[in-house]
């Protein structure tokens, strides 16, 4: 079974395409050039979904049938122009603002974090922290009210980054059920629908960074159980979120900044088959590479009881990061693992993660990664 690869950057994207063996692969020119590509969703039809981000033109979703062409949809999220901003959130994004578009303050959409596809449904994660839901392929957004009206907003805390919306989990056997993972408020869920979300972060360590969630992942035949790659640790519920435990036995540890020691990375996957999940750690949150500069993606097959690192093919000698979107698995047989890293290289493996190949390198920083099957 062939693989397809979407590999978005910070300036366009760019396709890969692998043969029935997931050894050989092709890559396609750069796609979108010159837009922040932040996010890919694929719905029940075929049609690819993408999070872009422009200096000039701000952000919006483009859409493609076939990986080639791209075309900007009608809508794209937007708040109303009388919304309150966060000022934390306003001063870190009006730093990194030379066309001065987020000077005046307010709540605007400067960034779409996440694309996520839920049956007929499309949901978009922002910031400012916001969820954007579209019942017609993003021809029009409206904001879920839980997000946007939520009782505890005016005290959320933006993470370094922002205060971003970057984390979307949909149940599939009860799409009332939605989880939101927001830097540095932490995972939201609703059982409405998105009428109301209610924090859930019970049993992680919130000191120094809030709940500082980096990203989450869900087995989708138990929705119940989310591993949870944490600023402060990694951590598994079996319940929802309405509590998580600590599941670093066999991971690498570093100190953070604070003399807090925890296993520390962003990215994380999961092999929907095996129910096996997938993290990359790094040294600490001062660096932000790998451990001793060796690249390794850590596997655990018993709920995070333990974990197991693999190395062959990976760099031993690396200091790029590996982001919170720029993971994921293809869902086959053996299962397919794929990341990105800020250097610009993508690697992938055919068998969970035990063996490696380099798939790409000098893209520029690499901020997202969706995979499929075909064939």
Avoid at 89 to 114: C, L, T, Y
Avoid at 191 to 215: A, L, M, P, Q, R
Avoid at 247 to 273: K, T, V
């Amino acid at each position: 079974m062939s693989a397809t690869v979407l590999v978005g950057t910070q300036k366009g994207a760019m396709v890969l395409r692998s043969d029935e063996s997931r050894t050989q692969w092709s890559r396609s020119p750069l796609l979108m050039k010159g837009w922040l590509v932040t996010s890919f969703a694929r719905d029940p039809s075929g049609r690819t979904y993408a999070g872009v981000t422009h200096d000039v033109w701000g952000a919006t979703v483009m859409a493609s049938d076939d990986l080639k062409t791209w075309t900007q949809l009608e809508g794209a999220p937007r708040y109303p122009s009388d919304a309150k901003g966060n000022h934390g959130h306003n001063r870190i994004i009006g730093a990194m603002d030379p066309m001065e578009q987020f000077s005046a303050g307010g709540r605007h959409v400067d960034q779409i974090w996440k694309i996520h596809a839920s049956s007929e449904i499309l949901y978009a994660g922002v910031s400012e922290a916001g969820i954007f839901r579209s019942d017609d392929r993003g021809k029009s957004w409206h904001p879920l009210r839980g997000i946007d009206e939520h009782p505890d907003r005016d005290a959320f805390v933006p993470g370094f980054g922002g205060l971003c919306a970057h984390s979307i989990l949909v149940d599939a056997h009860d799409p009332q059920r939605i989880w939101v993972g927001i830097s540095s408020a932490g995972l939201f869920r609703s059982d409405d629908g998105g009428e109301t979300f209610i924090s859930k972060n019970e049993g992680v360590d919130s000191s120094g960074e809030g709940y500082c969630v980096h990203s989450v992942v869900h087995d989708p035949n138990d929705a119940d159980v989310i591993y949870r790659q944490d600023h402060r640790g990694v951590y598994r519920t079996d319940d929802g979120g309405d509590s998580w435990s600590l599941i670093e036995n066999g991971l690498p540890q570093s100190e953070l900044s604070d003399e807090h020691r925890c296993s520390f990375g962003f990215a994380i996957g999961m092999d929907p088959r095996t129910h096996s999940a997938f993290i990359v750690p790094m040294a600490g949150d001062s660096f932000r590479f790998p451990h001793g500069g060796r690249m390794a993606v850590y596997r655990t097959q018993d709920r995070g009881e333990s974990w197991q690192g693999f190395d062959e093919g990976l760099p031993s000698d690396c200091y790029a990061n590996v982001l919170r979107g720029a993971m994921a698995t293809d869902g086959s047989d053996p299962c397919g693992v794929y990341f990105g890293t800020t250097s610009g290289s993508v690697f992938g493996s055919a068998d969970r993660a035990e063996s490696w190949q380099t798939l790409v390198s000098d893209l520029p920083k690499v901020l997202a990664v969706e995979a499929f099957t075909s064939g």
